[in-house]
Structure formats: C-alpha cells, structure tokens
C-alpha cells in the first residue's frame, strides 16, 4: 500500500526525547571510559587513538576526493563533513562546506564542466577518497620507523598502530564494492564510473546549478534562481533542463508569458534521456502548479508522477508531487510523498519544505477525522504530529510566505491549547 508500506514515519525528535538522546550518549561514552580506564595501558592507548582518529580521517577522505575532482578540472559544489544535525557552514572558493554533529561519514558533491573523459575522471575521484587515507598510513609507517606491525611497547608507536587500524578499518567499508546504507560506497563508485556510458554523465554537467536553483525556489527566491541559472546558460547554451527550470523562474516571478515560451521550446519530454526527461517533467510540473487553476494542477500531478517514475528516489519530485496533491486537496497523499521525501533529506534546505507540507497535511487530516485506516494504511495519524512537525520547522530555514501559511493554518482558535 503506497510508497510508505512496511515504513514507520520519520519524527522530528521531541524535546524529552532529545534530552533522552543526550543522557544516552554521555552513558555510552562513560560505558567507553570506564572500559578504557579499566584496560591495559597499551590497550587504552591504542583504543582512544582509533576513534580519536575518526574525524581527521573523515576530513583527509573528503578532501581528498575534493582535490582530485579539482585537479581534473572538476566542480566541487558542496563537501560535508559528518551526518546528523548541522553544526556550521563556510564556503571555501565557492565550495559550500558542512560540518554536522558525528563525524563518521561525509560526502563530496563533484560535477564535470566539460563531458571529456567523463567516466575515467570520475573513477579517478572516487580512487583518492581511500587513496588519501592510504597516505596517511604510508605516513604513519614512516613515523613510525617501519614498526607499524610490530609488537611494541612504545606508547606513540602504539598510537600510530590505532590510527593505522582505523584506516584499515576505513578502507574495508569504502573500498568493499557493495552499496552500504543505500549509498554507494568508492569501490562501488569505481566500477559504476568505468562501467557508465558516457551520456550516463551528461546530467552531471548542470547539475549543480539545478540543485541550487531549486533550493533556492523553495526558498521562495526566484530571482536568485533566475540568476543562477542564467549563468549556467551562458556556459551551457541551449541546454533544455537549464532553460526549463529558467521558465520556472519567470512564471514565479510573474512573467507567464515568457515562461510559456522558453516552456514551448523545450520541447516533448519523452524525446530526451530519462533523467532529462525526468528535470522537464518536474520544471513542466512546477510551472503548472503556480498557476493555482484546479484543471491545470490535474496535468501538473501527471507530470510530476513521470518524473518520479523516471527518477525514482529524487527527493525533490516527491515533495513536488505532496505540494501538488496539497494543492489539490489531497492531503493523504500529500502526507505520504511529503514523508517520503522528508525521510531522503538530509538537509536543512531540504527539510524545511518537507516539514511545513507534513505540518499542514496532517492537521487538516486530523481536522477532517481522517487518522487513516490501520488495515491499510502504514502511517496513522497522531494528534501531536502537526505541532511536533511545526516545532522542527523553528530550526529549520523555509521561506517567509510557506512559515506564514504553517502558523497561520495551525494557529490555535478560540478555547484551543496552545
């Protein structure tokens, strides 16, 4: 039954359970501590050199994919370093850099600027994420005066052998060729990029300049959009996606009639590659639903369903597609997409519009008595969500016009709790 089927919702963490999270953690870590302080001396050296070396290996891991996209003259958009809660972000020579809360696994966003040797590059940047951390241990062999894998009691050299265990460790996970928590891990990554045709990689090219667009429209900046997205075009003109998603701009910022056109000369969808044709189904789907009119918003869920099927996963169509069935006063379904693309984000900019659409679904399902039916439907819904949904949303970044419409629709009436 639908796409949540065998799924529990995923909760924004209330405050008890976020206190309960942090009385955990500090347990665990005391459970380390007293382990640690009760072990031979050798062996708490060793075991505190493993995990303190978690996050500069993280760090030597990222950057190495990151440098060796640049120096194949690849664009690196974003880097980010751990998962969980965002703790800060700079940009770096126009690459965005995130640090979260654990610093146990990150990610490297590269983007060809030219489709030369696509594969070949991109199996090359895939290598120097573990080819990084494979120096660092040549470096700890070195310092280590070749006693790397010797029985020792030399403390620092004992230390040297913890970090060396971690990289091993490290290495295992990246370089196994086997998807690992739905992602593909580097040595996968090597063989997909050698294996992938070449026209795989022609998406890849704007890539960036697409996602940045679309954030930034559901940030409620259009204009900042256009702008993005016209640079794009002057260094790839012509392009179809680019040209599509500039029309998205234009009907935002309320020129429909030239929207229409550039829309009109992209062109049938189905004539392009599918994850081509997947972007002009969405950008075809987004222009409809500006448009508010109940008959057009019929053939904006048509198009929008096309671009999940042709790219199954992207979290971006699936929140398109609960903005359209919310639109159109479907509200189950719009719980059910907003919830599936909610549990793909990982970001902030991503959360935000995912939380409001599930705020605002869900109280008015309660609203109607429609908790769902628990014979066939995966997720009932509970009192709480629609405040506990708005709660999350104070830390998370949405556009003014979407906050206005959340507080205003769950604002209490008269003789309601607060």
Known sequence: MGDLEGCGPRLPATPT?????????????ALFAAEVVSSPANA???????FLATAPLLVVHEL?????AVSVGWRVSEITLGFGRELWRFSVAGTLVRIKFLPVEGYVRPSP?????VRWKSAWIYVWGPGAELLAGAGLFLASDGRLFEQT??????ALQGVAAAIGVSLFFNLLPLPIGGRVNDGLGIFMSLLASREAFTSHLVAPFLLGAKRSLLAEKPAAAERLLSVALAEYPGDPCLRAWRAVCLAELG??????DLLRSVGDPAKHDPALAAELHAALAWAWLISDDPEVLVFAAQAARRAAELDPGDLHHSLLEARIAYARGRMREAFRRAMDAYRAASEL???????????????????????????????????????RFQSALQRTPIGPRLRSQVEELLAPTAGEPA
């Open 349 to 387: 900019e991503d959360e935000g519009p995912c939380l409001a659409t599930l705020a605002m679904a869900s109280h008015r399902l309660l609203r109607a008595g429609d908790l769902g039916d628990p014979e066939v439907e995966p997720v009932l819904i509970r009192p709480d969500y629609p405040r």
């Open 64 to 68: 190495g994919h990151a440098l060796a």
């Open 255 to 260: 020129d429909s009639r030239l929207a229409e």
């Open 17 to 29: 359970e976020r206190r309960m999270s942090a009385l955990v953690l500090v347990g665990l870590l």
């Open 153 to 158: 009691e030399v403390v620092a050299v004992i």
């Open 113 to 117: 600027r030219t489709p030369g040797w």
């Open 44 to 50: 708490k050296v060793a075991v505190l050199a493993f």
